[in-house]
Antibody, heavy 119, light 110 residues
Framework: EVQLVESGGGLVQPGGSLRLSCAASGFTFSSYEMNWVRQAPGKGLEWVSYISSSGSTIYYADSVKGRFTISRDNAKNSLYLQMNSLRAEDTAVYYCARVSFSGSYYDYWGQGTLVTVSS | SYELTQPPSVSVSPGQTARITCSGD??????AYWYQQKPGQAPVLVIYKDSERPSGIPERFSGSSSGTTVTLTISGVQAEDEADYYCQSADSSGTYRKWVFGGGTKLTVL
């Protein structure tokens, strides 16, 4: 069974940093592209970042470029999101999501981890 | 910039047909995908590549495409279908790639 389990969320002050993790199981993690997607409270879904299966290709949304860093450790079946210079508008539930082999869509999502940026 | 536009809300009575639209200039060239999200839960894929239905998704869910608009149709709506629905596509122009979501549509079953 495919499982994606996020962790690392919490309360952080503006300007602070946080590192999210996503533990993958039930599939060959190293074969799949992965993304982070977030959802602010009461708002819609927003794509955050993409990483290729090998980690060699990375993309970011303009809203997080220069502040967030996506990475992965295929030996540990884990995906990460390092978030620096956090702002109030980064407050959201952060989901890791697996990109399907057959197209640019997500076939599995984690349950999400809440990041709250507030003083 | 690449945008997808959805109506904020759609309301139908049980047993009726719900249609949720998603408009975007790039949709004639890119596939669209649909997700269902219930409160407190992660999104679930209900339609991929405009009209394909993943295994385990009820047959009452279908998708179609015409020009710059894609449509999610739920036939014979049930109370359990009340949820937020998001369309999604991808912008793969040049050397950059990004995923784009519509603003979401809240489906209310009256």
């Amino acid at each position: 069974e495919v499982q994606l389990v996020e962790s690392g969320g919490g309360l952080v002050q503006p300007g602070g940093s946080l590192r999210l993790s996503c533990a993958a199981s039930g599939f060959t993690f190293s074969s799949y592209e992965m993304n982070w997607v977030r959802q602010a409270p009461g708002k819609g879904l927003e794509w955050v970042s993409y990483i290729s299966s090998s980690g060699s290709t990375i993309y970011y949304a303009d809203s997080v470029k220069g502040r967030f860093t996506i990475s992965r450790d295929n030996a540990k079946n884990s995906l990460y999101l390092q978030m620096n210079s956090l702002r109030a508008e980064d407050t959201a539930v952060y989901y890791c999501a697996r990109v399907s082999f057959s197209g640019s869509y997500y076939d599995y999502w984690g349950q999400g981890t809440l990041v709250t940026v507030s003083s | 910039s690449y945008e997808l536009t959805q109506p904020p809300s759609v309301s139908v009575s049980p047993g009726q047909t719900a249609r949720i639209t998603c408009s975007g200039d790039a949709l004639p060239k890119q596939y669209a995908y649909w997700y269902q999200q219930k409160p407190g839960q992660a999104p679930v894929l209900v339609i991929y590549k405009d009209s394909e239905r993943p295994s385990g998704i009820p047959e009452r869910f279908s998708g179609s495409s015409s020009g710059t608009t894609v449509t999610l149709t739920i036939s014979g709506v049930q109370a359990e279908d009340e949820a937020d629905y998001y369309c999604q596509s991808a912008d793969s122009s040049g050397t950059y790639r990004k995923w784009v979501f519509g603003g979401g549509t809240k489906l209310t079953v009256l």
